[in-house]
């Protein structure tokens, strides 16, 4: 077995480690306001569940070239967030807003998603998805020393929309959802098998 020193990799090597061995990794689907009222939307696949109560999610969202990107300025600049999960159904929009645009451009226009108002946030969420959640920044944690860094922000969630048709006794019903995951490079995965153990009491 192979034992590497990540402080002996270059950034893009430790990179490429983790996205190849952390898998599969949700993705959020991330609309946000920036100052001037343009709506922002972008992917992440650094993304997960903090708590059930409260209910919180975090992001991880790099800084390529020691800037920050729109989303982490917009959600740091106004405090709020929805997170959209990217389902077969619209992965191939979404990913078209992975593209860098100017903070005056809007990708979610770029990729013609509609745009839905939210009901505890100013930031409106797209109609696309059938999963999403409305949220108010609670810590923004910026990390990384020398080099780039990220910025990790971990937000309350103040609202569940869920489609109906997925909606069943309180669950969701991940077939229904048909969420998809992030993978390495342009690899994506669908939902597969699903297999049932026990918890052992």
Known sequence: MLSL????????????LLIGSIVPRP?????TRSETGVVNGAPFSYF???????????????RPTGERKDTARNIYGNG??????VDQDNVVKINET?????????????ANLTLVPSTGISVPGI??????????LVQGIPLGGE???SDLLIGEIVRFHVDEAIYENGRINPRGL?????????????IGDIFSIERPK
């Open 27 to 31: 993705i959020a689907f991330v609309t």
């Open 178 to 190: 048909n969420a998809v995951s992030r993978l390495a490079g342009a690899n994506y995965a669908a």
């Open 5 to 16: 020193d990540p402080k002996q990799n270059t950034e893009r090597d430790n990179y490429k």
């Open 98 to 110: 992975a593209a860098s645009l100017p903070p005056e451009d809007s990708e979610v226009e770029m």
């Open 147 to 149: 080099g780039p860094g």
């Open 127 to 136: 109609r696309e998805s059938k999963v999403r959640m409305e949220c108010r």
């Open 48 to 62: 997960n569940i903090v708590s059930s109560n409260p209910p919180m999610v975090s992001l991880a969202i790099q």
């Open 80 to 85: 709020e967030f929805v997170v959209h999960i």
